[in-house]
């Protein structure tokens, strides 16, 4: 039985917010409607120019809930009563291999459920072996459901992982930054708030 999930928290810098991001709320809201959306976005990523945040796209955004913090997402999820079976944490693969080293991995898995995207690079879903890795961990997967879209297993303290295997947007905050992409023009982002509002 897959999780009934209340809190959908998608970790990131969102510098700026762009349409790829949206997109991916898009589809897991799809499946997880009644769900709370929550961007818990690291204030001031080492590795990116703080002036670069973008409150007023992200607050203008209905049902999302802005909570900008400075450490781990572990004490995230406890300060705000979210480390429980009914939350559901997104990220990109690119993440995936380094899952292990996140401050207080043990008492992560055990508490909340993950949702990984799969972004168009070395570090996609396909190349990864995410069983394998998980296993060295100490999490064993045990397979739920597989189709062409989806992978979802249940690990050994009853959280779900689900594995979009879908290459749902090449966008990135890098690229935009770079000024390889365009960023979202108010009127994309206005068509977007009317989709999410109906």
């Known amino acids: 039985m897959i999780p009934n999930i209340k809190s959908i928290v998608f970790g990131g810098s969102f510098r700026p917010l762009h349409e790829g991001h949206l997109k991916c709320i898009d589809r897991v809201k799809s499946h997880f409607a009644e769900s709370d959306v929550i961007l818990q976005r690291i204030q001031h990523p080492y590795y990116k120019d703080s002036s670069t945040a973008d409150n007023e796209k992200v607050l203008s955004l209905p049902f999302i809930h802005l909570d900008d913090h400075e450490g781990a997402l572990y004490y995230f999820l406890e300060k705000n009563n979210l480390l429980n079976e009914t939350t559901l944490y997104c990220c990109g693969s690119d993440h ?41 961990w100490g999490v064993e997967l045990s397979e739920i459901q597989k189709t062409n879209e989806y992978r979802i ?46």
Not at 108 to 132: A, M, Q, W
Not at 169 to 196: A, D, M
């Open 96 to 136: 995936y291999k380094s899952l292990q080293k996140w401050k207080n991995f043990a008492g992560l898995v055990t508490h909340i459920n993950f949702y990984f995207f799969n972004r168009p690079s070395d570090l996609n879903l396909e190349k990864l072996d995410c069983i394998g890795l998980a296993h060295s």
């Open 153 to 198: 297993y249940k690990n050994q303290y009853g959280c779900y992982w689900f594995f979009d295997m879908v290459h749902i947007s090449p966008l990135s905050s890098t690229l935009i930054r770079n000024g390889e992409e365009q960023e979202l023009s108010p009127n994309e982002l206005k068509k977007w708030i009317e989709h999410f509002s109906n």
